[in-house]
């Protein structure tokens, strides 16, 4: 018979991995993004505290997946919180998310990806936080909600006037690209592969 967690390192492994999150913003706000590297950002548009437009939040009612790479402007990360400025079908927007309201994270450049579980519910329900993986045995998001055909991702810094038409996307599963997507792997689902 397991014993009861009541230090609940579910939940502690989930901040710190959050904290992986806020560093890699504070260092594209500050440098922007290296290389190849853009981030797909899912959250949970009901969580208290997050702030979007009506508009979004009637399109997005309870997820959506943020693209950030080649144009996004003051982006701010506090402690609990950032604000990004984002493009969606031409309409600029500013985001305010808490990172809690975070559902899961992934760099595809180097096929690094973050699942988040809810922190509401029910206290015993198993969690798995993190399902970090590279190579051949990539890791993506799972579809956030359907993307309408003029969603685009967006990204990186300010906006460029000569750039085509940026705007922040849900994800399919599939790759921009048109390539078939990962699927998330719980921590779980990891060990047993291995």
């Known amino acids: 018979m397991a014993n009861k967690d009541l230090i609940r390192y579910d939940l502690l492994v989930q ?14 706000g500050k440098d922007g993004l290296p290389g190849e590297h853009h981030f797909y950002i ?3 548009t ?7 437009s009506n508009r979004l939040r009637e399109k997005y009612p309870q997820e959506m997946t943020i693209v950030m790479q080649h144009q996004f402007w ?20 500013r985001l305010l998310i808490p990172f809690e309201a975070l559902t899961g ?5 180097v096929q690094f990806g973050l699942k988040f579980d809810s922190q509401e519910g029910d206290e015993d329900a198993e969690t798995a ?7 051949s045995d990539p890791v993506a998001l799972k579809p956030a909600a359907k993307s309408s055909p003029e969603d685009k991702p967006v ?3 300010k906006p460029a006037k000569d750039d085509a038409e ?9 790759e921009p690209d048109g390539t078939p997507g990962a699927q998330v792997v719980s921590l779980d689902a990891f060990r047993k592969k291995n």
């Open 129 to 135: 936080p993190v399902a970090p993986v590279s190579g």
């Open 46 to 52: 009901d969580f208290p505290g997050v702030r979007i």
């Open 166 to 174: 940026p705007a922040a996307a849900a994800t399919t599963g599939d």
């Open 74 to 93: 003051d982006l701010i990360i506090t402690d609990h919180t950032f604000e990004v400025g984002l493009s969606f079908s031409g309409v600029p927007e």
């Open 42 to 44: 899912s959250f949970k």
């Open 15 to 28: 901040d710190a991995l959050r904290g992986v999150v806020r560093r890699v913003l504070i260092d594209a």
């Open 105 to 109: 994270f992934f760099d595809p450049s």
């Open 155 to 157: 990204s990186h810094q």
